[in-house]
């Protein structure tokens, strides 16, 4: 079974804060996700990856940057958090369409509690 | 932008009946998916429906997909305690990218 694991499952900052999060899979899968879910809202894509050192930006990435230097490990990054940040963060992984074809799942972890106070 | 939409947002049942949930969308889709998310936790993938197929069956879990009305129906049969949780659709649109509908809320009371 394809894991995906998130550093934390709560954390707390204060704003202006720098804050990293960290999501690794174990399944070799090319396509990596950060989302967050809010209540009303869903979940909304804020950055996805397709490959090692690539980035595309989703529908919501002001005020976050991402990082992925290895295939496994894809990083969130909020360099000054405010208040607004304040949401559950999820990752999530797929195979890519060239080995996997267009109808890949997504893998998710369990997800990270953030509280900006 | 999220494109489906789901309906009901809440839904609470007895034990043992049939639960249904529908999903509406706008655009033209390669596959529709179903999650499930029980409380704190992350999604878990169901199933997936290509575009060219109308039903699918796995275990409890019916899907049915009618691309000219642009919707989809998820059905549980038989419901269990354990089905509480909010469910999901999802569209793949032509690459990896999913976009999320806001969820059912469902809840099966005993």
């Known amino acids: 079974d394809v894991k995906v694991t998130q550093s934390s499952r709560y954390l707390v900052k204060r704003t202006g804060e720098k804050v990293f999060l960290e999501c690794v899979q174990d399944m070799d899968h090319e396509n990596m996700f950060w989302y967050r879910q809010d209540p009303g809202l869903g979940l909304r894509l804020i950055y996805f990856s397709y490959d090692v050192k690539m980035k595309e930006k989703g529908d919501i990435p002001e005020g976050y940057s991402v990082s992925r230097e290895k295939k496994e490990r894809f990083s969130l990054i909020l360099e000054s958090t405010s208040t607004n940040q304040t949401s559950m963060y999820l990752c999530a992984s797929s195979a890519n369409i060239r080995t996997g074809g267009f109808d890949q799942p997504q893998h998710f972890g369990d997800g990270t509690r953030l509280s900006i106070l | ?110």
């Open chain 2, 1 to 110: 932008s999220q494109q489906g939409e789901e309906d009901p947002q809440a839904l609470s049942i007895q034990e043992g009946e049939n639960a249904t949930m529908n999903c509406s969308y706008k655009t033209s889709i390669n596959n529709l998916q179903w999650y499930r998310q029980n409380s704190g936790r992350g999604l878990v993938h169901l199933i997936l429906i290509r575009s060219n197929e109308r039903e699918k069956h796995s275990g409890r879990l019916r899907v049915t997909l009618d691309t000219s009305k642009k919707s989809s129906s998820l059905l549980i049969t038989a419901s269990r305690a354990a089905d509480t949780a909010s469910y999901f659709c999802a569209t793949g649109q032509g690459a990896q990218k999913l976009v999320f509908g806001q969820g059912t809320r469902l809840t099966i009371n005993p």
